[in-house]
């Protein structure tokens, strides 16, 4: 099935800063790649999604670059504020496959 | 409003009982799933359903039973053969089964003893 490697497994930044998350995929019939957000006690919600005919979407703070032939995609947030701490979860579909989701990425921005 | 909701937010339940969370949507989606979620280990999909009456295992699907009666519903029966169930349980729905948003309710945490 399809793997998906998600780094770092923890992030601390300073608000203000700006964070980067990256996750791999394995299978390149994969086509459609989300990010969901996760605040403690909630479930996850999407926050940006990409499909494979586009490389880069952005929205507000937040951007998300594919590169298809590396297999790897990025989640981007500029100006990171504490609001935006939570824990952030890449997943990979569309392919043969129900999305696979990585391990997720603790986000810590501190005032 | 549209919606997941999954109850109940806590549930308790003795080593050897089997045990039943509830998953409903109002958003008109084909597709639901059911997640665990230990810590460090992500989301684990256990089993997903892309049709009333129809639904497979995902990764993780020993000691764990679903229905789909009904488009709106899809019940997650945690039985005494799961060995280690006390985990976050999430349900989430979506349009269509492989490439489209996941909505997902607010969980239930449910703890055996």
């Known amino acids: 099935g399809e793997n998906v490697e998600q780094h770092p497994s923890t992030l601390s930044v300073q608000e203000g800063d700006s964070a980067v998350i990256k996750c791999t995929y394995s299978?390149?019939?994969?086509?459609?790649f989300p990010w969901y957000k996760q605040e403690l006690g909630k479930g996850p919600q999407l926050i940006i999604d990409i499909r494979s005919n586009v490389g880069e979407k952005k929205d507000q703070r937040i951007a998300v670059t594919l590169n298809k032939t590396a297999k790897h995609f990025s989640l981007h947030i500029t100006e990171t504020q504490p609001e935006d701490s939570a824990v952030y979860f890449c997943?990979?579909?569309?392919?043969?496959?129900?999305?696979?989701f990585g391990r997720g990425t603790s986000l810590i921005v501190h005032p | 409003d549209g919606g997941i909701t999954q109850s109940p937010k806590y549930l308790f339940r003795k080593e050897g009982q089997n045990v039943t969370l509830s998953c409903e949507q109002n958003l008109n989606h084909d597709a639901m799933y059911w997640y665990r979620q230990d810590p460090g280990q992500g989301l684990r999909l256990i089993y997903y359903?892309?049709?009333?009456?129809?639904?497979q295992k995902g990764d993780i699907a020993e000691g764990y039973s679903v229905s789909r009666e009904k488009k709106e519903s899809f019940p997650l029966t945690v039985t005494s053969a799961q060995k280690n169930p006390t985990a976050f349980y999430l349900c989430?729905?979506?349009?269509?089964?492989?490439?489209?948003?996941?909505?997902f309710g607010n969980g239930t945490r449910l703890t055996v003893t």
């Open positions: 989430a729905s979506s349009i269509s089964a492989r490439d489209s948003p996941l909505h």
């Open positions: 359903s892309q049709i009333v009456n129809d639904f």
């Open positions: 997943a990979a579909g569309g392919g043969s496959y129900i999305p696979t």
């Open positions: 299978d390149s019939a994969s086509n459609y």
